[in-house]
């Protein structure tokens, strides 16, 4: 079985969510086009930990989901941040339309985006003193719904969207 992690690892570099972001955040997920489901966006259904999901870059600025917008194609409020600085931006774009060859994953980031799908990459094992900060919060964030507890040493945040299942 050929590898599902063929053409490198994540950034992972990773931020808290500031207060100014949220707020900025649920302005741009509740002025667009209303949920699916009716429902006005709330601080709960936020992130509180950005992480770059994108391949492995060298530059300073790095793109992480904020909040995904509920619906089958509402798009995803990203945050974007250099090195060093909070994190500033919040901007809703639309979900990248690319899936697997057999349809059964889609990619996670956003559309256009540089480098690798997100099916491509494998998330990097966090240096011990990373996992001492962010190991409970990761650990909370990956919890699936089905209530597995994963390793927090290898697992991120990964956005997720499933095109097949808009509820969830």
């Not at 100014?20 to 002025?31: C, I, K, M, P, S």
């Not at 509180?48 to 194609?73: D, E, I, K």
Request: hydrophobic share 40%.
């Amino acid at each position: 079985m050929p590898s599902r992690h063929p053409r490198g690892f994540t950034c992972g570099r990773r931020s808290f969510v500031p207060p100014r972001l949220l707020t900025a955040a649920l302005r741009v997920a509740n002025a667009a086009s209303p949920a699916w489901d009716g429902l006005a966006y709330m601080a709960e259904d936020a992130a509180t930990l950005l992480v770059c999901t994108l391949q492995a870059h060298r530059g300073p600025v790095h793109r992480s989901v904020v909040l995904n917008l509920r619906g089958p194609v509402a798009g995803t409020v990203w945050a974007a941040w250099r090195d060093g600085i909070e994190p500033y931006l919040a901007v809703l774009l639309p979900d990248c339309p690319v899936t697997t060859a057999d349809g059964d994953e889609a990619c996670s980031e956003f559309a256009r985006h540089p480098d690798a799908h997100s099916w491509e990459l494998a998330d990097p094992a966090l240096p011990p003193s990373l996992l001492a900060l962010f190991g409970p919060l990761l650990a909370e964030q990956d919890r699936p719904p089905d209530g597995r507890v994963l390793d927090a040493t290898t697992r991120f945040h990964r956005p997720t969207t499933n095109r097949k299942n808009p509820a969830q």
